[in-house]
């Protein structure tokens, strides 16, 4: 079965205790993200990777860094988390934007929820 | 200016009637747009992908595009409690390699 995979889906931590959410998927996409979901402000991108060892920023990547060594995995670290960053993970994959006739269109994980204290 | 509005809604229909979703976009370059239905607490689902001008059907679901007025928007007919969830449009940015979201509109059908 084609799907993102993320881990741990709901998680509660203390201010300053790294922590790392692992994404996974095996559609073979070479594009994935990271967003974001916090009430009345929709999915904002995180993070994003175009394929191997190539990762870009996108609208609030502060306090949170991330690593593409693998095509599958995508984790998400945020090494010092603050109280602002409780809110809803998503995950996402795609096809490379030159390579489909639907480019953006985005396969997403079943979420993580984090609470930092 | 946000990239992608909508209104937050609540918009509450009774069943059967026909739920229309309105989106703007800012960005001129945008090439691909999307619908997705989100239920709460669960990831956004694919529902609808548009990227020319005009109406694309699908079942109960028409989507509609304007270039020039830069707005999509989202018919659902015959509406069904089962469709009470938040619509979020999306939109695809060349430039920018990303997916860019609305806030999603909020749909009650009420029985």
């Known amino acids: 079965e084609a799907q993102v995979t993320q881990n741990p889906r709901y998680l509660i931590t203390v201010t300053g205790k790294k922590l790392t959410v692992t994404c996974s998927q095996n559609m073979n996409h070479e594009y994935m993200s990271w967003y974001r979901q916090d009430p009345g402000l929709g999915l904002r991108q995180i993070y994003y990777s175009m394929n191997v060892e190539v990762t870009d920023k996108g609208d609030v990547p502060e306090g949170y860094k991330v690593s593409r060594k693998e095509k599958r995995n995508f984790p998400l670290i945020l090494e010092s988390p603050s109280p602002n960053q409780t809110s809803l993970y998503f995950c996402a994959s795609s096809i490379n934007f030159d390579r489909t006739l639907r480019p953006g269109e985005l396969f997403f994980g079943e979420g993580s929820r984090l609470t930092v204290l | 200016q946000k990239e992608v509005e909508q209104n937050s809604g609540p918009l509450s229909v009774p069943e059967g009637a026909i739920a229309s979703l309105n989106c703007t976009y800012s960005d001129r370059g945008s090439q691909s747009f999307f619908w997705y239905r989100q239920y709460s607490g669960k990831s956004p689902e694919l529902i609808m992908f548009i990227y020319s001008n005009g109406d694309k059907e699908d079942g109960r679901f028409t989507a509609q595009l304007n270039k020039a007025s830069q707005y999509v928007s989202l018919l659902i007919r015959d509406s069904q409690p089962s469709d009470s969830a938040t619509y979020l449009c999306?939109?695809?940015?060349?430039?920018?390699?990303?997916?860019?979201f609305g806030a999603g509109t909020r749909l009650f059908v009420k029985a």
């Open positions: 999306a939109v695809w940015v060349t430039g920018g390699f990303k997916t860019i």
